[in-house]
């Protein structure tokens, strides 16, 4: 969060202010107007798709149906001209990738555009307006009596991840589903896939000797959580993300794990050695601008690269390091499967196996995706790793 940035406006003839409460990388907009229920969703896109906010002063229910209506126009498939294709042109590597990240950039900047006034106890003062004091506390912590400024859009993902930590989310694990709560910014554990692949991959000879196991970028705590369960009796999580180190305590504690699991706030290795290091690093070698991008995306692959480099130094004698990770960004032309490879040999790493299973989710069966050709290519590995002899 952008803590200290103050959103600036006009109204009743009198300069306002109040938190600019995004997450890092949003964009705060220079001109603010005052919108209700006679702003048009034509009028209303208009003004985003120039940069201006628009902070909701009217009914609630409204600001929300004004948002599926401006949600609706961008979606809506738009007349292209046809352009000769040049035979001369050489493709561009992952250029209908970067063309879709742009347009979801664009669409995420035009649908934040609606904007909503928290007072400081998270309260709205909207007609027909939810409660949504406990969602905020536990996605930003004590509101502290100041006045916030949060885009709808923004605000609803606050209210589903409430939702998603009340609920929480079964995923398949050691016969026994797992009941998993992900927090707020913390990616939800929603493609069992790389779960799967984890709960089958044979353990390595050396836990019988150092039954120690480290799980590097714990998340939610899913992967370590299925680790104990298979018989480590010591994991060590960790993970840069200080939300994301107080989600996997939740979870270990709720599973009953968490004398069999300790927890760090460090980039990528604890100290020491162990006989099993496990990394589910971002699979795409992209820029992230979000919260749960950073889950998906890793700019030029450094946390990859940065797992590969260290973990020798990490494994104890006979260990193994699995590295979970999709070939999406090969089939997308982001990284070839030579680059990966040649990473792994520098690192002074042989590749002993590797376990490869489909995706299930339904991206990978939608042929309207505009990825749709990649995503249904697509394969996720348990690439098992040793030391070079």
């Known amino acids: 969060m952008t803590a200290r940035t103050q959103l600036h406006w006009t109204e009743n003839?009198?300069?306002?202010?109040?938190?600019?409460?995004?997450?890092?990388?949003a964009v705060m907009p220079k001109t603010v107007v005052l919108a209700d229920d006679t702003l048009t969703a034509d009028s209303a896109y208009r003004l985003a798709c120039a940069g201006t906010g628009l902070l909701w002063r009217s009914d609630f229910q409204n600001a929300r149906q004004l948002l599926q209506a401006m949600a609706r126009r961008m979606d809506k498939p738009k007349?292209?001209?046809?352009?000769?294709?040049?035979?001369?042109?050489?493709?561009?590597?992952?250029?209908?990738?970067?063309?879709?990240?742009?347009?979801?950039?664009?669409?995420?900047?035009?649908?934040s555009a609606i904007l909503i006034e928290l007072d400081g106890d998270y309260g709205m003062a909207l007609r027909r307006a939810p409660d949504v004091r406990q969602a905020c506390v536990q996605a930003f912590g004590p509101a502290q009596g100041q006045a916030s400024v949060i885009s709808l859009r923004s605000l609803q993902g606050a209210v589903g991840a409430f939702e998603w930590r009340k609920n929480g989310v079964e995923v398949p694990g050691m016969g026994e589903a797992l009941r998993i709560y992900p927090h707020y910014g913390v990616f939800s554990p929603v493609r069992g896939e790389y779960v799967d692949l984890v709960a089958q991959a044979p353990l390595p000879e050396a836990l019988k000797a150092q039954s120690l196991a480290f799980d590097v970028g714990v998340g939610t705590g899913v992967l370590s959580a299925v680790l104990a369960r298979r018989g480590v009796a010591q994991v060590v999580g960790s993970d840069s993300s200080e939300r994301a180190v107080a989600c996997a305590r939740d979870n270990l504690q709720r599973l009953g794990l968490q004398n069999q699991v300790s927890l760090v706030q460090t980039h990528?290795?604890?100290?020491?050695?162990?006989?099993?290091?496990?990394?589910?690093?971002?699979?795409?070698?992209?820029?992230?601008?979000g919260l749960l991008d950073q889950a998906v995306y890793d700019e030029g692959s450094q946390m990859l690269k940065g797992f590969l480099a260290g973990?020798?130094?990490?494994?104890?004698?006979?260990?193994?390091?699995?590295?979970?990770?999709?070939?999406?960004?090969?089939?997308l032309g982001l990284r070839s499967r030579e680059?990966?490879?040649?990473?792994?040999?520098?690192?002074?790493?042989?590749?002993?196996?590797?376990?490869?299973?489909?995706?299930?989710?339904?991206?990978?069966?939608?042929?309207?995706?505009?990825?749709?050709?990649?995503?249904?290519?697509?394969?996720?590995?348990?690439?098992?790793?040793?030391?070079?002899g």
């Open 13 to 25: 003839g009198e300069a306002r202010s109040a938190l600019w409460r995004m997450d890092a990388g």
């Open 79 to 111: 007349k292209t001209r046809a352009k000769k294709a040049s035979t001369d042109a050489a493709p561009v590597p992952g250029a209908a990738f970067h063309a879709h990240r742009l347009a979801q950039s664009q669409r995420n900047r035009v649908l």
């Open 268 to 289: 990528l290795f604890p100290p020491g050695q162990a006989a099993l290091v496990v990394c589910n690093p971002p699979w795409l070698p992209a820029r992230p601008v």
């Open 311 to 331: 973990l020798r130094e990490h494994l104890c004698e006979g260990g193994e390091g699995w590295l979970i990770l999709s070939d999406l960004a090969e089939h």
């Open 339 to 388: 680059a990966l490879l040649g990473w792994i040999a520098d690192a002074g790493l042989v590749v002993l196996g590797r376990l490869d299973a489909k995706p299930v989710h339904a991206k990978a069966q939608d042929s309207t995706d505009p990825l749709y050709a990649a995503r249904s290519a697509e394969v996720t590995s348990l690439w098992r790793l040793g030391a070079a």
